[in-house]
């Protein structure tokens, strides 16, 4: 009995997602691995606009430090509605960060174009990579490795 408990424990989908876990498979690729630095979360307002520490329960967030505009974030949200505002922030970042790129600098514009947005549950999931998705194939593989259950 023991056994099958146990196997039915590894193999049941999970909902819940080690955000620590998370951020060191995203640091550890070949998108992320270097120069890559975690913002404080207690400034998490001044980074995308209309999200505030009272909207999310944990958060990892690192931005590029090499002058490209990389960047992975997974924040889980309090609740649901905290979930929606914080998609919607992160969506008018990236979007901002297009218009500011569309002239200035047709690679980052590129890489830009790729940006990623994941909501599952209350987490919502951004990277920004290459104009490839990178980002975005390491999210799903991510989910895939641990057994995420994907269809809510």
């Known amino acids: 009995m023991i056994v099958l408990t146990s196997i039915y424990v590894l ?52 931005v590029s430090t090499d002058g490209t505009t990389r ?37 980052e514009y590129e890489r830009l174009r790729g940006y990623y947005i994941r909501r599952t549950r209350n987490y919502v999931i951004l990277t920004i990579s290459d104009s490839t998705r990178s980002g975005e194939q390491l999210v799903e593989s991510y989910l895939d490795k641990i057994n995420y259950d994907k269809r809510a």
């Open 11 to 62: 193999i049941q989908p999970k909902t819940k997602i080690d955000i620590n876990k998370f951020s060191e498979f995203m640091l550890t690729s070949s998108v992320y691995y270097k120069d890559m630095k975690e913002l404080d979360i207690s400034n998490i307002k001044e980074h995308y606009s209309g999200v505030t520490v009272s909207d999310v329960s944990s958060a990892k967030v690192f």
């Open 71 to 107: 960047e992975f974030a997974i924040i889980e949200a309090n609740s649901p509605q905290s979930a929606d505002i914080i998609q919607s922030a992160i969506s008018s970042y990236c979007n901002e960060l297009m218009k500011k790129y569309q002239s200035e600098n047709a690679e």
